[in-house]
């Protein structure tokens, strides 16, 4: 049984930065693609980043060049460091995983809330 375990939201000031953590527990498929997705109040659901087995990222244009996804050196861990939030980065934001086959995610984490609020 694979669990993608969240952690790191919370209330954020305008301009403030944060950092979230996913970690893979169980067995999951590797190699695989880790992402970053977010919901926002009355918005559906979108990716914001992913990162491949190989390093290659992805951004949502909305937070390029002030976000940076990685993953630790056991390919076990992704992070999302976001810099300059803004109201618009209000949501919840959940870890998925998948082969790398298709694009269909497989594993999801249970959402951690990122509320940025003066």
């Known amino acids: 049984q694979v669990q993608l375990v969240e952690s790191g939201g919370g209330l954020v000031q305008p301009g403030g930065s944060l950092r979230l953590s996913c970690t893979a527990k169980g067995s999951i498929a590797r190699p695989n693609v880790m992402a970053w997705f977010r919901q926002g109040p009355g918005k559906e659901r979108e990716l914001v980043a992913s990162i491949g087995w190989d390093g290659n990222t992805y951004y949502v244009d909305s937070v390029k060049g002030r976000s940076t996804i990685s993953r630790d050196s056991a390919k076990s861990t992704v992070y999302l460091e976001m810099n300059n939030l803004n109201i618009d980065d209000t949501a919840v934001y959940y870890c998925?995983?998948?082969?790398?086959?298709?694009?269909?995610?497989?594993?999801w984490g249970q959402g951690t809330q990122v509320t940025v609020s003066s």
């Open positions: 998925g995983a998948r082969g790398m086959v298709g694009s269909h995610y497989d594993y």
